[in-house]
């Protein structure tokens, strides 16, 4: 048995061995725990862009936060590439790996710099210093990124004439450095009226604005001896400004506008949709082919990274090029578009003019009137046809059977499901009765394609306007629509159908596409902007020329037989008027034309006829195309 002094010996022998090994433990472990500590908090403050004064010699060595002010929120990823490494006494060295990704997808800003740590006490700080931070940084300099703008593609027509480009222009508006407050308000209304804004608003906006912002209020081109005028007028105005610029822009301020759209400031939703590619302050597309195309116009923004000295002088150190944007091309004709539009400047109520090259199915023109109200009626309006229309119930009816010289029944109205549909008011007496289809079509008597309805079922006259191309699902990049023709309904809509009303309705894009269908004699798909993945759907039933040689017999036949003054003198003409009911005593006014290769619609939302009010423009039109 060991006695208790025996026990107390072995004890105190144990704790000193465990003693003197936490000794060793504590003087080569702990150190370089601390170390490896040190080093990482440095480096995650790097990354943060802030740094804890015990972690650092010299805290007022080099101040971050103005160093990385001119990266925005922009910050790097820091990371430590190699040992530490002793460099003398209680100084070790290593080297950082540092990474700027300024926009996502683009090559970043990467380089190394070294890093010291000195021990100070029981701890180590950094020896931080301007190289530290970025090669050639020196005292008192900061970071600076800067994107650099790519030049936006161009919207071009036919022959590459440009419909929208980068054009000179100034941005008009209230610079408040110019005068104070109160006297800047008061010209904003003045501008704003004179530009015919809303001036309450304007005025709100420039009173709510910084002391020393620019307000801007319209963008106007240089090269238009009106805006001229207006410029060298409203500057005259204390606090009013015409700053130089260049701006991708329209080829006037009207032009084509709902077709192509606008380019302006990104709206807070659009930079939040674009998951990071758009910025506040960058241009982008509004409506039209400038927004459904900007991914193409755009380009692709590039940066520069600069050291700015003391004197606020940057050298560059690293660049992204841009990538300008790409061109897109359109079918637009601009001679063409340009008289469709003068042609419909003075019309009232909403209108359109639509042209199309039979051959190829482009859209050469697709002008809406000033009375749309910037809706472009051309390619979204939805309309009931009337008896323009009637041309695919022809072609319902040669599918049954019938041909041009067939008889049918013009009567004195018709009721159907206790409705009764009357001709036209004025519907001449000399074309009642058993008359060829051609008469019924030329007068375009209601009855006689009515009485047809038991061979024209819903289905074939659907079948019929989509071998004319009517209710295809249109591919033109922006936002189309052509017509849609319901199988379904009442006993009176589906006669209603025949001639074009009840729940039948069109856009003047999509009746133009039914006459180039008819003249270049299978079914053609309008084509805007030809690209790859806009092929057209094809037909249930495929228009054949055998056909389309039977419409264009009778739709040649109409403007002489039935009288079409405004085609007076001009040969080679086919068309068909339409007037269709939409209220009480309220009539749209529509035609279908066509000359050589061009078919055209024209349209007039409130009419007393097709051929009083919207033959005449078709007219003019073709007679200007030659």
């Given at each position: ?25 504590w ?9 490896e ?33 001119g ?13 530490l ?7 070790v ?69 440009p ?28 501008l ?90 960058d ?13 193409v ?38 001679p ?6 003068r ?8 209108s ?5 090259r039979p ?18 009626t ?42 009764r ?27 006689a ?34 017509g ?32 180039a269908?008819?003249?270049a004699?299978?079914t053609?798909?309008p ?17 054949t ?79 200007v195309?030659?």
């Amino acid at each position: 048995m060991r006695t208790p002094s025996v026990l107390v010996l072995v004890l105190s022998l144990v704790l000193g061995v465990a003693g003197l090994a936490g000794g060793v433990w504590w003087f080569s472990v702990r150190p370089a725990q601390q170390l490896e500590a040190a080093a990482e908090r440095v480096v995650a403050g790097l990354a943060a862009g802030e740094l804890a004064a015990e972690d650092v010699v010299d805290p007022g060595a080099v101040d971050l936060a103005k160093v990385y002010a001119g990266m925005g929120s922009l910050r790097p990823t820091v990371t430590r590439v190699a040992e530490l490494v002793p460099r003398e006494p209680g100084v070790v060295a290593t080297k950082l790996a540092w990474s700027w990704v300024i926009h996502d997808g683009k090559a970043a800003w990467e380089y190394t710099t070294p890093l010291e740590l000195v021990r100070a006490g029981d701890t180590w700080q950094a020896r931080l210093l301007p190289a530290t931070v970025a090669p050639d940084l020196a005292e008192g300099e900061s970071l600076r990124a800067t994107r650099v703008t790519p030049t936006r593609g161009s919207i071009l027509g036919q022959e590459g004439l440009p419909l929208a480009t980068n054009t000179p222009a100034w941005r008009l508006g209230i610079d408040k450095t110019l005068t104070d407050q109160a006297t800047a308000v008061d010209s904003a209304g003045k501008l704003a009226t004179e530009l015919g804004l809303d001036a309450a608003a304007f005025a709100d906006r420039v009173q709510r604005s910084g002391p020393r912002a620019f307000v801007e209020a319209r963008i106007l081109r240089q090269q238009d001896p009106a805006d001229h005028e207006l410029v060298a007028r409203v500057t005259s105005w204390i606090g009013v400004r015409a700053v130089p610029t260049t701006f991708p822009l329209g080829r006037t301020s009207s032009f084509a506008r709902p077709l192509l759209g606008v380019v302006g400031d990104a709206t807070a939703e659009q930079v939040e949709k674009s998951g990071g590619t758009v910025r506040a302050g960058d241009l982008v597309g509004r409506g039209g082919l400038q927004e459904a195309r900007n991914h193409v116009l755009a380009g692709t923004t590039g940066f520069v990274v600069s050291i700015v000295s003391t004197e606020g002088e940057g050298r560059e150190v690293f660049r992204v090029e841009a990538l300008d944007g790409i061109d897109v091309h359109t079918t637009i004709d601009v001679p063409l578009q340009v008289e469709a539009e003068r042609i419909l400047a003075g019309v009232g109520p909403a209108s359109a003019l639509v042209a199309i090259r039979p051959s190829d199915g482009a859209i050469l023109a697709a002008a809406s009137g000033p009375g749309s109200d910037g809706m472009s009626t051309a390619t979204l309006g939805q309309y009931a046809p009337g008896s323009t229309f009637k041309t695919v119930t022809s072609l319902a009816l040669l599918r049954a059977g019938e041909g041009p010289d067939s008889v049918v029944d013009c009567t004195d109205g018709v009721v159907v499901d206790g409705y009764r549909f009357n001709n036209w008011q004025g519907y001449p007496a000399s074309a009642l009765g058993r008359v060829p289809l051609h008469t019924a079509l030329a007068h375009s008597c209601n009855s006689a394609f009515i009485n047809e309805r038991s061979r024209v079922t819903p289905d074939a006259l659907s079948d019929a306007a989509g071998s004319l191309g009517l209710t295809a699902e249109p591919q033109l990049v922006v936002g189309g629509f052509l017509g849609t023709v319901p199988a379904d309904g009442t006993e009176s809509e589906k006669a209603a159908a025949l001639i074009g009303q009840g729940k039948v309705v069109a856009s003047p894009l999509g009746m133009a596409t039914v006459m180039a269908s008819v003249v270049a004699g299978r079914t053609v798909a309008p084509v805007l902007v030809d690209e790859p993945s806009s092929a057209p759907t094809e037909p249930g039933v495929p228009l054949t020329e055998a056909e389309a040689s039977g419409l264009r017999a009778l739709l040649a036949n109409n403007p002489v037989e039935g009288g079409y003054s405004a085609f007076r003198g001009m040969d080679g003409v086919l068309a068909k008027t339409g007037t269709a009911t939409y209220a009480d005593g309220k009539y749209h006014a529509w035609i279908i034309a066509a000359r050589g290769d061009l078919a055209v619609a024209a349209f007039v939302a409130d009419g007393t006829s097709g051929a009083s009010v919207a033959a005449p423009l078709a007219a003019e039109f073709l007679r200007v195309a030659g």
